[in-house]
């Protein structure tokens, strides 16, 4: 599940049949690079996810090309800031039992 249309299209301000679709797609989008990049399923309940969505789906609906070169950033500002206590860490590191 991912944000629903109806909060998609407040957070862009756009009218109740606009581009509905695609706000789709670009939410599903969001929800799965937000499970990717978490480790965990997107929960349409978890604020900071949903938040995270909303800034990637304005982004990708407001700049439809592969590169704008008025902005640095790939991925919306905050959204990593958003998802970073979320991440699963994984290091590499065992810890072993005492014997």
């Known amino acids: 599940m991912s944000v629903p249309l109806a909060l998609v299209r407040a957070h ?3 009218e109740p049949d606009a581009d509905g679709d ?3 797609h670009y939410s599903n989008v969001a ?3 937000i499970a990717a990049y978490t480790g965990q399923p997107f929960a349409a309940d978890n604020p900071l996810m949903v938040q995270a969505a909303l800034l990637m ?3 990708q ?3 439809r ?3 704008i070169f ?7 500002f905050g959204v990593h800031d958003l998802l970073s206590p979320l ?3 994984v290091t590499g590191h065992q810890h072993e039992a005492a014997a």
């Open 12 to 14: 862009l301000n756009l």
């Open 22 to 24: 695609l706000l789709n």
């Open 31 to 33: 929800a799965a690079w």
């Open 57 to 59: 789906v304005a982004a």
């Open 61 to 63: 609906y407001e700049s």
């Open 65 to 67: 090309e592969a590169i």
């Open 70 to 76: 008025s902005n640095a950033y790939q991925i919306p």
């Open 87 to 89: 991440k699963e860490r």
